[in-house]
């Protein structure tokens, strides 16, 4: 990102709409929503993240002159089209839910308004920046759930779908709630801790298994976490280990981050067995690391049998989120306005599949807070300029299955808008956190949902309503649409 011009990161079909589209002169502004349809792993919620990446296209977007001799020699392109893109530039607006915020199906995380032609073109490298590090961020936020409070290291660079793939993984996976990646390069780009042992080669490469650990504590004592698994965890690794922590204590070492790590066998079995050993020698407080394909079901099965692991360290799994490869956000036009025009004209989506059907019109979201408890009780859908009165009883209802009802007492709750300026008027006016920042945020926006969400299995789902004014210019579009097609 830091050095490639990104502009042609793109399906050609978004360029061939955009010549329509010159060809065609319109001065129509429109509305684009991105938004999921589906929690990942069939979870209660999901985590923004993506949106520092997606400022960054959007600033620096243009065609260069390799871009433009590119598209000509494709030869479907026309010249005055390739001459219009040498001087292209961004000029509209777009909000977005901040990243490590929790979300949920069919709101928008990011809203575009923007002339027709600049919106179509941005619409695959969103999907492309929001997808990925959703899910990553959601899956991560899993990961650390599973592991009630444990810290969760990040370390998948090796498996993850390409350096890209590793590397705004490993950003989304510490806004899920990591501890550390042991991707240098994401480390230096984000300014996240980085953390690493060794492999089992290291132990393999000097004459013994005792030599290699002490060899290693001397370079790191303090953080020295040594992978006792090479040959035998209970009949070598543990006790090697303790010999050689004998010693660092012995020689006044100060030993803040040592321990052992396991990467085979019966986890919770090895891990039970080597705190015995480990307490009975005087390392009670020693680090007991695991790794070896974990997810959060894993973690979640091995914390109920009692495994004696306080660190985990997980690969595979979260770097490609292995059980529920893609996030599926979509990009939808939801109203247009043309020149002269003071209000937009919504638009909907039909299909038979009514989870399809899209919800029409500019529109915002508010999130509904339970006064007391801080706690989800709602987001509303609604239409920009819609204001309401926390002082006042609201009702909600689910958009689908409308006799699912609510009311929420006035005075019990409080509102929140979710969807912030990000661009106006071509020009980025909003600041980024840092990514331990985002970390922040996002552990501050876990604790705002209820405990019966967050269960890894059949979770509760958390309701997503529309406004009555939003929910009735919905229904008239859909009785319109069907009746134009009697």
Not at 21 to 34: L, S
């Amino acid at each position: 990102m830091r050095a490639q011009n990104l502009t042609l990161l793109t399906d050609l079909y978004e360029l061939t709409m955009m010549q329509g589209y010159f060809k065609n002169p319109t001065d129509q502004t429109v509305v684009f929503d991105a938004f999921y349809r589906k929690n990942p792993c069939d979870g209660a919620y999901a985590i923004a993240a993506g949106l520092e990446q997606i400022i960054e296209y959007v600033r620096d977007l243009h065609f260069s002159p390799d871009d433009v001799d590119y598209l000509r020699s494709l030869h479907i392109f026309e010249n005055d089209f390739l001459e219009y893109l040498r001087g292209f530039h961004f000029t509209g607006d777009i909000y977005a839910i901040p990243e490590g915020t929790v979300v949920f199906p069919r709101e928008p995380l990011i809203k575009v308004i923007a002339p027709v032609m600049e919106a179509q073109l941005i619409e695959t490298a969103i999907l492309n920046m929001i997808n990925h590090q959703s899910l990553i961020a959601t899956k991560a936020a899993r990961v650390v759930y599973a592991a009630r409070g444990d810290g969760i290291m990040e370390f998948g660079l090796r498996r993850a779908q390409g350096p890209d793939a590793g590397i705004y993984g490993a950003r989304a996976a510490m806004i899920g709630g990591c501890i550390g990646t042991s991707n240098v390069l994401t480390g230096q780009m984000f300014h996240v801790p980085v953390k690493g042992t060794h492999a089992h080669s290291w132990i393999m490469s000097f004459p013994d298994e005792y030599t290699a650990f002490k060899t290693y504590a001397q370079l790191y004592p303090k953080s020295c976490i040594l992978l006792v698994d090479t040959y035998d965890v209970l009949k070598s690794g543990i006790p090697n280990a303790i010999r050689v922590f004998q010693e660092m204590r012995d020689a006044g070492a100060d030993m803040t981050g040592y321990g052992i790590r396991i990467d085979s066998g019966d986890l919770a079995y090895l891990s039970k067995k080597a705190y015995e050993m480990l307490d009975a020698a005087g390392f009670g407080d020693a680090v007991i690391s695991a790794s070896s394909d974990l997810d959060e079901y894993l973690i979640d099965s091995l914390k109920v049998q009692g495994a004696r692991i306080n660190s985990w360290g997980v690969g595979t799994n979260l770097i490609t989120s292995g059980d529920w490869p893609a996030f599926g956000g979509v990009y939808k036009m939801a109203a247009i306005r043309n020149k002269g025009d003071k209000d937009f004209i919504p638009k909907i989506k039909l299909s038979e599949n009514s989870e399809k059907v899209t919800n029409p019109g500019n529109k915002t979201i508010y999130r509904i807070y339970d006064k007391q408890t801080g706690k989800i009780r709602a987001d509303l859908i609604c239409l920009v300029g819609e204001v309401f009165d926390e002082s006042k009883d609201m009702v909600i209802f689910d958009p689908i299955e409308t006799w699912k009802k609510t009311k929420i007492l006035g005075g019990t709750y409080t509102l929140r808008e979710l969807l912030v300026p990000v661009f106006q008027k071509g020009g980025c006016v909003y600041q980024s956190p840092s990514v331990m920042e985002i970390r922040d945020i996002c552990t501050r926006e876990k604790e705002t949902l209820w405990d019966e969400s967050k269960r890894l299995v059949n979770p509760q789902k958390v309701f997503v309503d529309l406004s009555d004014r939003l929910f009735k210019m919905k229904a008239e579009l859909l009785e319109e649409m069907s009746m134009k097609a009697l």
